[in-house]
């Protein structure tokens, strides 16, 4: 974590300081008090489910520590070291966006999208610490808290650091916010799918919130941009910097993914980069991987890896919990994909069991969540896309997964192979 002393601090989030020692020196920043050390800075974050200023308390006695808190905020017993600022949260944020300029030799990479952002960011921090420092994101650590932080956690001798942008509710402006904040050297657009339309509605208001990511891109940035669907082209518009195409058809991509063909318990990859082909292989299997270290592969190259560099990272390449990680039990391979999901990222993966796997296939299957007044309509369009592949069994967990279970034995499953959960 980069060490910055309280004036720095305090000008970078228009704080006032009360009862800090004025050349204290922080070396760690945190938003949850159970995992604060000595030395460190803590900021009192509210949120649905509880207050930070109920733990600013909690401080006394840590030698060299502090909190910000808001402004208003009522200070119980003497000496508590205190920084005074409008709101902790948006505080956080600046003093990000400044680590971030103090760091300005690190290339930044920003990624979004409806699904995959993960997996990407893995797949790219895998193959980039292959060559050099690479610092990313941990775990999902993508909203208006987990990015701030994220960067709050950097040394900034790193060469590259990997982050995605997520977001919740309201949707529209949020990734504009992280984008501002991490100013991305190179951007990933993923895709645009039927997710989080609670609150956003249509997949064009996805498209466009997603689009936000390419606000804040400067003349010399550069953003790869899936042109397989006329959404995000449209969002990706009279941009700045450079932006590329990448994607599966051949017409209006600038990159082309031509091949996919399974090795053994991988793929080999056919890439044309700008009419050029060359090859890669990695031990992936799903579609939707394959495609998200597609997009981890243009980014690697952009930031000044050969492809042999690249080739040689991409075959050691090391599964994710929860993203398509293969078990055996007995005789029984299990596949978890239980990470999260949609629907596009549903049928994608129904479609890669279905075509990948011949013998008796299972399927467990949860609620997609954040689908908004049409969820039931996303599940039971999924079960009837269910009844016409090769399952042996549905096993449907939650009231949403019960919509799709009717609506597959409506399409013509066996009602005999249902259970519902």
């Not at 460190?40 to 949120?47: I, N």
């Not at 290339?107 to 420092?133: D, N």
């Amino acid at each position: 974590m980069p060490e910055l002393g309280l004036a720095e601090i305090a000008r970078a989030v228009g704080g006032r300081a009360e009862g800090v020692p004025r050349g204290a020196r922080f070396r760690g920043f945190q938003f949850d008090s159970r995992a604060m050390e000595p030395g460190m800075l803590f900021f009192a974050l509210r949120s649905a489910t509880g207050d930070g200023h109920d733990h600013v308390r909690d401080l006394r006695g840590l030698a060299g520590a502090a909190a910000v808190v808001r402004r208003d905020f009522a200070a119980s017993g003497p000496g508590l070291p205190l920084l005074r600022v409008d709101d902790p949260l948006r505080a956080a944020q600046d003093l990000a966006a400044h680590v971030r300029s103090r760091f300005a030799a690190v290339r930044y990479v920003g990624i979004t999208g409806s699904a995959g952002k993960t997996t990407t960011k893995e797949f790219l921090h895998q193959i980039l610490s292959s060559r050099l420092a690479c610092f990313r994101a941990p775990r999902n650590w993508n909203n208006w808290i987990g990015v701030p932080f994220s960067l709050l956690q950097m040394k900034g001798d790193e060469g590259a650091a990997v982050f995605e942008l997520a977001m919740s509710d309201p949707g529209i402006g949020e990734i504009d916010r992280l984008a501002a904040i991490l100013r991305p050297d190179v951007a990933l657009l993923l895709n645009a799918f039927p997710a989080h339309l609670e609150f956003l509605k249509t997949v064009e208001n996805v498209a466009r919130a997603k689009g936000e990511i390419l606000n804040h891109l400067a003349a010399d940035s550069c953003a790869f941009v899936n042109g397989d669907g006329p959404l995000l082209r449209r969002a990706a518009l009279g941009r700045r910097g450079r932006i590329v195409f990448f994607g599966c058809r051949e017409r209006g991509n600038d990159v082309v993914l031509r091949r996919v063909e399974r090795q053994g318990q991988g793929s080999r990859l056919v890439i044309r980069f700008f009419g050029i082909e060359d090859e890669f292989t990695a031990p992936v299997i799903s579609r939707s991987h394959v495609e998200n270290l597609f997009a981890a592969i243009l980014a690697a190259q952009h930031l000044g890896m050969k492809n042999d560099e690249i080739r040689r990272a991409a075959a050691r390449l090391r599964p994710l919990a929860g993203r398509g990680e293969f078990r055996r039990l007995g005789r029984v391979t299990l596949i978890d994909e239980t990470y999260n999901s949609n629907p596009e990222a549903l049928r994608q993966a129904l479609s890669w069991v279905d075509r990948e796997f011949a013998g008796d296939k299972i399927a467990v299957l949860g609620d997609m969540l954040e689908l908004g007044e049409k969820a039931a309509a996303f599940h039971r369009q999924a079960g009837r896309f269910f009844a016409r592949l090769s399952f042996r069994r549905l096993l449907a967990v939650g009231p949403l997964a019960a919509e799709l279970a009717a609506a597959a034995r409506g399409a013509g499953f066996p009602a005999g192979r249902i259970s519902c959960f």
